[in-house]
């Protein structure tokens, strides 16, 4: 009976593990620093712990990209550029548009009868350019992202911002579909 599904993207739709992990040992490669296994786990609970502070309006958007490579090279004893490392990761992140499996097959069948939105925390010029190079670009009406409208998931004014940019429907009407958190 719902009209509208709101994916998240990360996680739901793209396969947003895989993209980090090769966005992460490319990101050292540009910085001519050699890649070893632990740095994955380290930088995901870094980035964990800080978007959550950004979600708590503790850090901001702006700060975030850069302060997890600060942390991450502290936490490793490396001698590397924060900024250089975190401009690759996020150049080779906004390349990884590697979709869970049937993701594309999923919105085929249910487009003709459903209107698709993306609702994501993601920095826009990641997301933004993720989707640019995908398949299933053009089955949205809209992408919101929390980057652009001042507010992140879970927060009210997020959805509040969301309801309104795709014309208030009713709430009956819609399904937000994402994956579960621990």
Do not use: C
Request: glycine share 4%; proline share 4%; aromatic share 12%.
């Amino acid at each position: 009976s719902y009209t509208w599904l709101w994916f998240d993207a990360d996680g739901t739709l793209f396969d947003f593990a895989a993209a980090e992990d090769r966005a992460l040992q490319l990101a050292f490669q540009a910085a001519n620093l050699a890649y070893a296994e632990p740095y994955l786990a380290a930088y995901r609970q870094i980035n964990q712990e800080l978007w959550a502070a950004l979600e708590r309006h503790e850090l901001t958007a702006a700060a975030l990209p850069v302060r997890r490579f600060e942390r991450l090279l502290d936490v490793f004893q490396l001698t590397g550029s924060a900024p250089q490392i975190s401009a690759a990761y996020l150049e080779y992140l906004a390349l990884g548009a590697q979709l869970f499996d049937g993701a594309e097959t999923v919105l085929r069948a249910l487009a003709p009868t459903h209107r698709f939105a993306i609702i994501t925390n993601g920095l826009k010029a990641v997301q933004r350019s993720r989707l640019a190079h995908s398949p299933i670009r053009d089955y949205f009406v809209d992408v919101i992202i929390s980057e652009e409208i001042g507010a992140a998931k879970p927060h009210a004014a997020f959805f509040e911002t969301t309801m309104a940019r795709l014309g208030r429907p009713a709430k009956r009407d819609v399904l937000v579909i994402g994956e579960m958190r621990d």
